[in-house]
């Protein structure tokens, strides 16, 4: 969801801006004063401010260097361990790991899903996603579902990386039921939108009904929740394309995933990407949505129908990756191992590689890694030097090219 899904992200970064600039206006300042430089832990990857994404961030890059082999630091796994409220449940950020969380204390299914997701993956921490997966199911709505924040009404995202973490878990998704006895399962299939919706919007899920009770298509939703009705995380192999690539009613899980692949193929296949659907941005490219519907295509329906639109994020993606930091390179490495790609050779980029560079070196990574390094001391002022120097000119902005949770307009 961007750091992929993040609703809250945007809402904030919007809201934080909105503030600044009043501010700075009321006080009649020729421009706002420049921000304190965020302070980033030891053990986080990325160097921005990790205040509504540092838990995200950091689980993606821990699933995403578990995928393709690379054992984490142990200061990464433990900082994410560490980020992890007695109730078990996690937050955005913690600043103060060491102070107990209290009923102030702002914690997400999301970001507890997805740090269950991780932990589950680099293993040796049962006792946190024990304690993490009890949260969850506490936390579960009478639909079956979930929403954001604790008691919010159910989404199509943070159901759907609930299920995620369910699996990883141990879990079966289908009898983890609440209330009257709805599944995720079934939280997902209502906001599936019929077949009969045609161009707008058959096959689709929308985020959440509107306050009519409405549901409108949202490719970033769709992509959710094709991985949540196929029982799988962030990180799924390809599948295996059917004999017919039709939509065909049904709230089955194997109906819901199938219908919103075809949606998403179907948007694909108009311009290659995906469009950002915030409110009131320019009409451009998303690339982590892109990514993550080349990843929910792939594992609904196999590789046939993604070739094309990866082929657009190797060719365009690259430079969002560099600006946007580790949750960005996870998810390309995520479109890379759904398609069957080599995501060491991402049109001549390591993405391994670069996302290892954002944080803490690995336990453990391939000798790619370290003949890069080797080229980059020999060259003080090169590649990597320059895309530093973009880097801090674009903090902030890369996230909001692709969220991987954001609500309906």
Same mark, same amino acid.
């Given at each position: #969801?961007? %750091?992929?899904?993040?609703?809250?992200?945007? &809402?904030?970064?919007?809201? %934080?801006?909105?503030?600044?600039?009043?501010?700075?206006?009321?006080?009649?300042? *020729?421009?706002?004063?420049?921000?304190?430089?965020?302070?980033?832990?030891?053990?986080?990857?990325?160097?921005?401010?990790?205040?509504?994404?540092?838990?995200?961030?950091?689980?993606?890059?821990?699933?995403?260097?578990?995928?393709?082999?690379?054992?984490?630091?142990?200061?990464?796994?433990?900082?994410?361990?560490?980020?992890?409220?007695?109730?078990?449940?996690?937050?955005?950020?913690?600043?103060?790991?060491?102070?107990?969380?209290? *009923?102030?204390?702002?914690?997400?299914?999301?970001?507890?899903?997805?740090?269950?997701?991780?932990?589950?993956?680099?293993?040796?921490?049962?006792?946190?996603?024990?304690?993490?997966?009890?949260?969850?199911?506490?936390?579960?709505?009478?639909?079956?579902?979930?929403?954001?924040?604790?008691?919010?009404?159910?989404?199509?995202?943070?159901?759907?990386?609930? %299920?995620?973490?369910?699996?990883?878990?141990?879990?079966?998704?289908?009898?983890?039921?609440?209330?009257?006895?709805?599944?995720?399962?079934?939280?997902?299939?209502?906001?599936?939108?019929?077949?009969?919706?045609?161009?707008?919007?058959?096959?689709?899920?929308?985020?959440?009904? +509107?306050?009519?009770?409405?549901?409108?298509?949202?490719?970033?939703?769709? $992509?959710?929740?094709?991985?949540?009705?196929?029982?799988?995380?962030? $990180?799924?192999?390809?599948?295996?394309?059917?004999?017919?690539?039709?939509?065909?009613?049904?709230?089955?899980?194997?109906?819901?995933?199938?219908?919103? $692949?075809?949606?998403?193929?179907?948007?694909?296949?108009?311009?290659?990407?995906?469009?950002?659907?915030?409110?009131? $941005?320019?009409?451009?490219?998303?690339?982590?949505?892109?990514?993550?519907?080349?990843? &929910?295509?792939?594992?609904?329906?196999?590789?046939?129908?993604?070739?094309?639109?990866?082929?657009?994020?190797?060719?365009?993606?690259?430079?969002? /990756? &560099?600006?946007?930091?580790?949750? /960005?390179?996870?998810?390309?490495?995520?479109?890379?191992?759904?398609?069957?790609?080599?995501?060491?050779?991402?049109?001549?980029?390591?993405?391994? !590689?670069?996302?290892?560079?954002?944080?803490?070196?690995?336990?453990? *990574?391939?000798?790619?890694?370290?003949?890069? +390094?080797?080229?980059?001391? !020999?060259?003080?002022?090169?590649?990597?030097?320059?895309?530093?120097? #973009?880097?801090?000119? /674009?903090?902030?902005?890369?996230?909001?090219?692709?969220?991987?949770?954001?609500?309906?307009?």
């Amino acid at each position: #969801m961007n %750091i992929r899904r993040s609703a809250a992200l945007v &809402a904030a970064t919007v809201a %934080i801006g909105a503030v600044s600039a009043q501010a700075a206006f009321a006080d009649g300042a *020729a421009s706002a004063s420049p921000s304190p430089k965020p302070v980033v832990p030891s053990g986080l990857y990325g160097k921005t401010d990790p205040t509504y994404d540092g838990v995200w961030r950091q689980s993606l890059a821990l699933i995403a260097q578990d995928t393709v082999g690379v054992k984490p630091a142990d200061k990464a796994v433990t900082w994410l361990a560490g980020q992890q409220c007695e109730n078990g449940a996690w937050g955005a950020f913690r600043a103060e790991p060491g102070k107990a969380c209290d *009923a102030k204390t702002p914690v997400d299914s999301n970001s507890t899903a997805a740090a269950v997701q991780a932990l589950a993956a680099v293993g040796g921490r049962d006792g946190e996603v024990a304690k993490g997966v009890d949260w969850l199911k506490k936390a579960q709505n009478g639909d079956g579902g979930w929403g954001y924040n604790l008691g919010g009404d159910s989404d199509a995202n943070s159901t759907s990386v609930v %299920i995620g973490a369910l699996v990883a878990a141990g879990e079966k998704p289908a009898e983890v039921k609440s209330g009257p006895g709805k599944s995720p399962f079934d939280a997902l299939a209502s906001l599936a939108l019929p077949c009969s919706a045609g161009k707008n919007g058959g096959g689709a899920l929308a985020y959440q009904p +509107d306050k009519k009770g409405k549901l409108a298509a949202n490719a970033d939703a769709t $992509a959710a929740g094709v991985l949540g009705a196929l029982g799988t995380g962030f $990180a799924p192999g390809k599948g295996k394309a059917p004999d017919a690539y039709t939509c065909e009613d049904g709230r089955t899980p194997e109906a819901v995933a199938r219908n919103g $692949a075809v949606y998403l193929q179907n948007q694909l296949s108009t311009h290659l990407y995906l469009k950002s659907q915030l409110a009131g $941005a320019e009409d451009q490219p998303d690339y982590g949505n892109t990514a993550d519907a080349v990843v &929910a295509v792939a594992a609904a329906e196999g590789v046939k129908y993604t070739k094309d639109p990866y082929a657009w994020l190797e060719k365009n993606a690259k430079g969002w /990756a &560099a600006k946007s930091g580790p949750a /960005a390179y996870a998810q390309l490495i995520f479109a890379a191992h759904a398609t069957g790609n080599d995501p060491r050779d991402f049109a001549g980029t390591d993405l391994v !590689s670069a996302l290892n560079k954002t944080g803490p070196a690995p336990a453990s *990574a391939k000798a790619a890694d370290e003949d890069e +390094d080797k080229d980059d001391k !020999s060259d003080g002022f090169g590649t990597w030097w320059i895309v530093g120097v #973009m880097f801090v000119a /674009a903090v902030g902005a890369g996230f909001l090219l692709s969220g991987r949770k954001k609500q309906q307009p």
